[in-house]
């Protein structure tokens, strides 16, 4: 009723019909934690500062470019020089004596400039990922480090994470960078900030060495991963083994200058001249001609130059060629977790949370690290201690598929599967923010009520949705709330308002048995 009804009219008084309803939360929102060229919006610095971005441009703009990853060469099968060319010998013997080397050549990645971050993220958006948030903890001149990723006591990327709600995945690509102590450490701290400070977030782990074959002894770094991570919070993350041979990183962006012994590269190349020539594939003259251009790599400097000259080797020397694309071979073996992230916001926005992001086809990937078949597969995915890892497996006209759905808590029949985790923390989240319009209300049978009546109806449309599986509401889930229900009269008087809500989340068909028997005829 109006407050003053004094004066003499007509009082016009409105009434909630509907109650307040649940906003469904956000479940594909990853958190990418790592290093990048830069951290700039205009002049502010974005270092340790969650950054939102919706495409691969914005993080370019924002964080730039590719790092520059350097490499060493070597010619493991370097001949000692030959004796000089004597009168008489035929062209064919004055091209052996001139050569000095061999054009075999190993490399080596200088790790100290390998930084994963841009291509992960190029990984992430290929394979179906949409919005996610930007942690760089550092530029590509500073050395990866385990307290820059999570040391809470120098604001580290974890750390600057506890202020954001939204993310909802956790991914740090780099951490299989650091000695495999802080990998473990590293991995752990995400575990724990998933599942006991945030509880909002699911971690998605990659297993260290993980582009090495398994040996089942005390080396293995499957079990080795298991024990570094820990026991604790487990059904918070998901890892996946092997790493990825991706196609993100293309040979025509990479360049001579990428080789930190230019001498020994000319030497390489020098090499291979000197066995065209002594095929006869080339004349003394046109073998001139190429060393000369191959003499160039140790002078020029400007890009526009390096860029010519870089044109110019490629057409006249198949082995840069090689080079390049061994180069580009090893730059494109990255983590899964990147293209796992990608994944889950695929699955999430074109189905929904309750569909495991598992028998999925990644994109820009040729082949997994290392081939794993049905027996291999058996421990990773039921390992007694339920530490389950989930396999990424070739499969012969399907492509490389997804093969695993399990938290690192195997035996838990709560949390086994992914999307069972991930799909809780949906419905606890989209409630919680829903409850909070309520804190301060009188704690009597109307706000109960209206409460109740808030969840129950996100609840139905869960289970319509098909999340919450059960032939009626009433199987799909349960709702207490009230006095003698869920609440003493000590809890009243405390201020304290208690709701239970019982779900029946859909479970993936992880195991399909077919049985077949014969009949007797009967016609």
Not at 38 to 61: C, D, H, M, Q, W
Not at 182 to 209: E, I, P, T, W
Not at 232 to 244: E, I, K, R, T
Not at 251 to 262: A, G, L, Q, V
Request: proline share 5%.
């Amino acid at each position: 009723m109006a407050s003053n009804l004094a004066t003499p009219g007509v009082y016009i008084e409105e009434k909630s019909s509907f109650g307040t309803s649940v906003v469904p939360v956000a479940t594909a929102i990853p958190a990418f934690v790592g290093y990048t060229e830069k951290a700039l919006r205009g002049t502010k610095s974005l270092t340790n500062v969650p950054t939102k971005i919706s495409n691969f441009g914005e993080f370019v703009e924002l964080f730039g470019g590719a790092p520059n990853t350097l490499f060493s060469i070597s010619q493991p099968n370097k001949s000692k020089p030959k004796p000089a060319a004597k009168e008489g010998d035929t062209p064919a013997a004055k091209a052996d004596a001139a050569k000095t080397g061999s054009s075999e050549y190993s490399l080596e990645m200088d790790m100290d400039t390998r930084y994963l971050m841009y291509d992960a993220i190029r990984l992430y958006f290929v394979n179906g990922g949409s919005d996610c948030y930007i942690v760089s903890v550092g530029s590509y001149s500073d050395k990866i480090s385990s307290k820059a990723l999570n040391d809470v006591a120098v604001g580290g990327g974890l750390a600057a994470l506890e202020k954001f709600t939204e993310p909802t995945i956790l991914v740090i690509p780099e951490a299989i960078l650091l000695t495999e102590t802080d990998c473990y450490s590293v991995q752990a701290a995400m575990l724990q900030h998933c599942g006991y400070k945030m509880k909002n977030r699911f971690a998605v782990l990659d297993v260290y060495n993980g582009n090495s074959e398994r040996t089942f002894d005390n080396n293995d770094i499957v079990d080795k991963f298991r024990e570094g991570v820990g026991s604790n919070f487990l059904s918070w993350g998901a890892a996946y083994y092997p790493s990825l041979n991706t196609t993100i990183v293309n040979s025509s962006e990479i360049d001579y200058t990428r080789i930190k012994n230019p001498k020994d590269l000319i030497d390489v190349l020098n090499a291979e001249v000197d066995e065209n020539l002594a095929s006869d594939n080339i004349s003394a003259a046109r073998a001139q001609g190429i060393k000369s251009e191959i003499a160039k790599i140790s002078t020029t400097t400007e890009p526009d130059l390096i860029k010519s000259l870089q044109s110019t080797l490629t057409v006249i020397s198949p082995k840069l060629n090689s080079i390049l694309a061994d180069m580009a071979d090893e730059l494109n073996v990255l983590p899964p977790s990147p293209a796992m992230a990608g994944a889950y916001c695929m699955v999430d926005n074109s189905i929904n949370v309750a569909k495991s992001p598992a028998n999925l086809s990644l994109g820009s990937v040729i082949s997994p690290s290392v081939n794993i078949n049905n027996e291999n597969q058996e421990e990773l995915n039921l390992p007694l201690n339920g530490k389950a890892i989930n396999a990424i497996r070739s499969f012969t006209g399907k492509g490389t598929l997804v093969w695993g759905a399990r938290t690192l808590e195997g035996n838990s029949k709560d949390y086994r599967y992914i999307s069972v985790r991930r799909t809780m923390t949906y419905l606890e989240q989209s409630i919680k923010f829903a409850a909070e319009a309520y804190v301060f209300s009188p704690n009597n049978a109307t706000t109960w009520s209206s409460l109740r009546a808030t969840v129950y109806n996100f609840l139905n449309n869960q289970w319509s949705s098909g999340i919450l599986v059960g032939s009626t509401p009433q199987d799909a889930f349960e709702i207490e709330i009230g006095l003698g229900s869920t609440m003493t009269s000590t809890d009243i008087l405390d201020g304290i308002l208690k709701m239970t809500v019982k779900v029946a989340i859909v479970r993936p068909a992880e195991f399909i048995v077919i049985t077949f028997e014969q009949q007797q005829q009967k016609s």
